[in-house]
């Protein structure tokens, strides 16, 4: 048995869980999210705790058990806080600006290129960091991982667009000829 999946999520003031058949909503002070159980897995919530259990049967019930905890104390989190996610511009000339609730990225393309954001989901610049910021873990996370893809960082100078914390590992340029070796 999951040792996540036993541990009661707590409920935060402000945050209320409401359970329908297979389908778990929570609202909180940032919106709503919900959730649609799996087969197996059912979830009791009283006004301070929810507790996820399961009859256990396979393996993918017990995968799926502790999953499940984890994604509705997510969840949980994302309608009392938020989620944020940073990256960085590193590049001369890289720019970013948000142009209404898009954000516009000039980053060596012969053409900007342009982010819709989806429900949920809001943008900001400061220079040379784009903030992601939303509800739900998820869509923040697949955001934050596609403004990375329009230009991910190279290895050798380490130009593109990072995650703020992330190590790019650079690596060694060409090496340039010795002088007066035999060719």
Do not use: C
Not at 67 to 80: F, S
Not at 95 to 124: C, N, Q, W
Not at 145 to 156: D, F, G, H, L
Not at 159 to 180: C, L, M, P, Q, S
Request: no cysteine.
């Amino acid at each position: 048995m999951s040792k996540i999946g036993r541990q009661p999520i707590l409920i935060p003031e402000g945050v209320t869980v409401k359970i329908s058949g297979r389908e778990v909503e929570i609202t909180g002070p940032k919106g709503s999210l919900v959730h649609t159980l799996p087969r197996r897995i059912s979830v009791v919530a009283d006004n301070e705790n929810v507790v996820v259990s399961s009859e256990i049967k396979s393996k993918q019930d017990r995968s799926l058990y502790g999953t499940t905890r984890a994604l509705i104390a997510n969840m949980v989190k994302g309608v009392k806080d938020g989620w944020v996610k940073e990256l960085e511009l590193v590049g001369t000339g890289y720019r970013a600006e948000v142009a209404g609730a898009d954000l516009v990225l000039t980053v060596g393309y012969s053409h900007p290129v342009k982010i819709a954001a989806p429900e949920g989901i809001k943008f900001s610049v400061e220079k040379t960091l784009i903030t992601v910021e939303g509800r739900d873990r998820r869509l923040v996370g697949q955001i934050a991982a596609n403004i990375r893809m329009v230009r991910p960082p190279e290895p050798y100078k380490g130009k593109g667009i990072k995650y703020r914390n992330e190590v790019v590992r650079r690596k060694a340029g060409k090496a340039a000829k010795t002088v007066g070796a035999p060719a």
